[in-house]
């Protein structure tokens, strides 16, 4: 009974903590347009780079689908992709 309970226990804990994980790190963020990530692989399965796409066939169809600045998940870390040159020097510029 003891035992039962224990890894009753166990089993609700390591169920939240990956609820805990995926709304962390995997929740899409803001008005910046991308795909959604999946949980663990971000957006590498969706865009093709595990099954031997080259980044950047996967870069520029991304702009031609969400324009000069998107989102761009490799697992759980995120990346805001800037294509504008214009956009990435105003970037630098005003770094408040």
Known sequence: ????????LIV???VLSIFYVKKKYFTF???IPGLKPHF???????AGLLYGTTP???LSK???RYG???Q?????????????VGDVEHIFTHRH
């Open 1 to 8: 009974s003891t035992f039962l309970m224990l890894s009753s």
């Open 12 to 14: 609700i804990l390591i």
């Open 29 to 31: 963020y803001g008005p």
């Open 40 to 46: 663990l692989f971000g957006n590498l399965l969706q």
């Open 56 to 58: 950047s066939v996967v």
């Open 62 to 64: 991304f702009k031609e």
């Open 68 to 70: 000069d600045i998107f």
């Open 72 to 84: 761009f998940w490799a697992g759980p870390t995120r990346f805001i992709i800037v294509n504008n």
